[in-house]
């Protein structure tokens, strides 16, 4: 074996890896192409993004990426592994276990606290109660909402909300963060607040981060930009 | 419990929609353990008018006795003999509280101006009326003397007996029937008193005479039937097995062969209470499902997140499910306490329902509260509860998780 060969062997599998990504959707009569040939490859503890117009195919892409959509053809691997879609345990426990999402619109549950919303991934663990809100106490404080564990969401601001859900998506030590638009809503200040909140999180924990996005907050901050334009790569 | 407690506060999520639903749920439980109550203190009363009023628990016989049909008077009678084994070994027996002897006969009764048809029993008195208690109430007159009396030639008529013969206590009639030998006799007796059967047919023709009496009339030492008295009826078909293993010659029915009345109020009121339960049931079924129906709708947004977090699609069902049954069990909790209120209050009133179908008497309403048929409800409205979650939250099994979490 050359030196060469043993270097390589040696180096961690990509974080995520696309080959060839298709995607259709049928609308009554239409077909509508999301995706075309998508190809590309992310490294561990990324902080990279995905840039288009709307409609261009981030959200499908995202979409499939967190195996909430289905690809028509092509292969997804994370961390080295294929990922099969038609196994929907296998998916579900993916989502569990190696990925996390943060929604355009936070997507909290009105019903309960922060500290609970954090705390809800972890009902499908082993750890006892104790364990899941010390936990989630800790992944609050350190998206700066240690103060704010019993408040319910409709008492956070937006910036808080998003920050909430943040912590939620990190409270099982994800691999990846899929992120689908996570300032949008928010405003100049408060977005810019998040995004370091986020890079800062990336930086501390490695956790790789995919931000589909048009704010150019975001693009300035990634170190990798996959741009789309009607549903292709575009270099 | 993580999950109990989720769907608990899921539940208190909309108050007055949950309100609702616990309320529906509350009154059919309440309606239906009420009516319930209500046929199973019917059944017991019947039960207990057909025991004390005439057949005791079982009733024991020579072979034909119950089946064949006798050429002569006591034909199928017991003897003597029989009879003393018989009674000696029932007072051994644990659950026998009382032994009776009985001897039936028929034929007609006269004032020497008005004669009519009768159906007539030689009894022991002071046991008969330890077995009836109230169930025969005298309306004129004292009962049949004892054995000690000096003057065993009495009788108790029926009430309409009594006015379609014109007699009151105190008057003579002349009995007349024929003999096991198949002659005709006929004996004096003076009417003791006047008494009600409960039935309307037996009212027109029945009449009690003591045993040493009826024996006189029949000429005869035979017994038709032994009539048993349990302490308890629910040991019925033990004892008769029992009675029947230890004699070979002899016959036996228990009371429920002997009453076909009561079997078929039984069959008709599981037939209308069977309907009624249906009915209260679906009720309650549509209700809890319009509710989970509205919260699985308003909730899509929410499970397309929790689908996106890793939660298995069977588990969020599982967990409307609990939401259900969480209802279903408040509102059965409630319906039992209210119930058994209803059921509490209604009795202490004491209220008099009319005579039931081929009955005379009015009968006290009377609603049991029974514990298993309690804990049963209250089990049941919990899993219908559950079960009205089911139909809703097939939805969630072909939810698209993208479109779930567009929702609006």
């Not at chain 1, 961690?12 to 075309?36: E, F, H, M, W």
Request: glycine share 8%; with cysteine.
């Amino acid at each position: 074996m050359t030196e060469m060969s043993v270097l390589e062997s040696a180096k961690p599998p990509p974080l995520l890896s696309i080959d060839n990504l298709c995607k259709t959707y049928i609308r009554g009569d239409d077909q509508v192409t999301a995706l075309i040939n998508i190809t590309f490859e992310l490294e561990q503890g990324c902080f990279a993004s995905l840039a288009g117009p709307s409609g261009s195919g981030k959200s499908s892409l995202l979409n499939i990426i967190g195996t909430l959509d289905t690809p028509d053809q092509g292969s997804v691997y994370l961390l080295g592994q294929p990922i099969t879609y038609t196994d929907t345990s296998f998916t579900e426990q993916l989502r569990r276990t190696k990925l996390g999402f943060v929604f355009q619109n936070f997507n909290l549950l009105p019903l309960l606290t922060a500290v609970e919303n954090v705390e809800l991934p972890l009902l499908l663990t082993d750890l006892t109660a104790a364990r899941r809100r010390e936990k989630a106490c800790t992944c609050l404080e350190l998206v700066g909402l240690g103060d704010r564990l019993h408040h319910f969401p409709r008492q956070l601001s937006g910036g808080q909300q998003q920050r909430v859900a943040v912590a939620r998506a990190l409270v099982r030590d994800p691999k990846l963060v899929l992120a689908d638009e996570p300032t949008a809503n928010l405003d100049g200040k408060t977005a810019e607040n998040l995004l370091e909140l986020m890079r800062s999180l990336n930086k501390k924990s490695g956790v790789g981060f995919l931000f589909s996005t048009h704010d150019p907050r975001i693009l300035n901050a990634a170190k990798k930009i996959i741009f789309l334009h009607d549903g292709r790569m575009q270099l | 419990m993580k999950w109990l407690y989720l769907a608990a506060r899921n539940v208190l999520r909309h108050q007055r929609r949950s309100l609702m639903a616990v309320t529906i749920v509350a009154t059919g439980t309440a309606a239906l353990l009420v009516a319930l109550g209500y046929m199973l203190a019917t059944f017991w009363g019947l039960r207990e008018m057909t025991i004390r009023g005439e057949l005791g628990h079982i009733q024991i016989g020579a072979p034909g006795q119950f089946d064949a049909v006798a050429e002569t008077p006591l034909q199928y009678g017991l003897e003597t003999d029989t009879v003393q084994k018989l009674q000696e070994h029932l007072k051994e027996m644990p659950g026998t509280k009382d032994v009776l002897q009985r001897l039936l006969f028929e034929g007609l009764i006269s004032t020497g101006n008005t004669t009519v048809a009768f159906v007539g029993q030689g009894v022991e008195p002071e046991k008969e009326i330890r077995l009836a208690g109230t169930s025969l109430p005298l309306l004129s007159g004292t009962p049949l003397p004892l054995p000690t009396h000096p003057d065993q030639m009495q009788t108790l008529l029926a009430v309409d007996l009594a006015r379609s013969l014109g007699v009151k206590p105190g008057d003579t009639v002349t009995l007349l029937s024929t003999t096991a030998d198949g002659a005709l006799n006929g004996i004096d007796v003076q009417v003791s008193g006047i008494y009600v059967t409960g039935v309307p047919e037996y009212d027109k023709r029945a009449l009690l005479i003591p045993l040493p009496a009826a024996r006189q009339l029949m000429k005869s030492e035979r017994i038709s039937r032994l009539v048993v008295v349990l302490k308890d009826t629910e040991a019925t078909r033990s004892v008769q097995a029992e009675i029947a293993e230890k004699f070979s010659k002899i016959d036996t029915r228990q009371w429920l062969d002997l009453a076909p009345f009561y079997k078929k109020v039984v069959t008709l009121y599981h037939g209308i209470f069977t309907v009624m339960g249906v009915i209260i049931l679906l009720v309650v079924l549509l209700s809890v499902t319009n509710t989970m129906l509205m919260s699985v709708m308003e909730r899509v947004r929410e499970m397309g997140t929790l689908m996106a977090f890793g939660f298995p699609r069977n588990r969020l069902r599982a967990n409307f499910g609990l939401e259900g049954a969480i209802i279903g069990g408040i509102g059965g909790g409630i319906g039992l306490l209210v119930a058994a209120a209803l059921a509490y209050g209604i009795n202490a009133l004491e209220w008099m329902m009319p005579a039931p179908p081929g009955r005379t008497m009015p009968v006290p309403l009377l609603i049991f509260v029974d514990g298993g048929l309690y804990t049963t409800i209250f089990f049941v409205m919990v899993a219908l509860g559950g079960v009205a979650a089911w139909f809703p939250t097939r939805y969630i099994v072909r939810l698209n998780i993208v479109e779930a979490l567009g929702h609006a």
